[in-house]
Nanobody, 124 residues
Framework: VQLQAFGGGLVRPAGSLSLSCVVS????????MGWFRQAPGKQREFVAS????????HYTNSVKGRFTISRDNAKNTVYLKMNNLELEDTALYYC??????????????????WGRGTLVTVSS
């Protein structure tokens, strides 16, 4: 299974950015999916997740109301729409897959497959 994230870039505060994660090697519907991020000097942290069915999204408190996770199983792609971006959102964003929604959605150890990450920089 391979994951490849796209869409990072430089954006001003209050701006928007959309990330995509394409999964190959297996069908996306076999996996719960998550987005994590790692800021310089900090540990990797949970951002958002979505169940294999797409019916159950979860978000960390700091992004609730600003970020939206979604998935298109037919396209083997997961999305993270980020609105009203803040300086603190600057990080390397990773997508990750956990087979059949196993484990806790916000636990890094629950995810078996990871993409390389795409850099999001929020700066004025």
């Amino acid at each position: 299974v391979q994951l490849q994230a796209f869409g990072g870039g430089l954006v001003r505060p209050a701006g928007s950015l959309s990330l995509s994660c394409v999964v190959s090697g297996q069908t996306l519907s076999n996996f719960g999916m998550g987005w994590f991020r790692q800021a310089p000097g900090k540990q990797r942290e949970f951002v958002a997740s979505i169940s294999w069915s797409g019916l159950t999204p979860h978000y960390t408190n700091s992004v609730k109301g600003r970020f939206t996770i979604s998935r298109d199983n037919a396209k083997n792609t997961v999305y993270l729409k980020m609105n009203n971006l803040e300086l603190e959102d600057t990080a390397l964003y990773y997508c990750a897959a956990r087979p059949f929604d196993n484990g806790d959605y916000d636990n890094i150890r629950s995810y078996d497959y990871w993409g390389r990450g795409t850099l999001v920089t929020v700066s004025s």
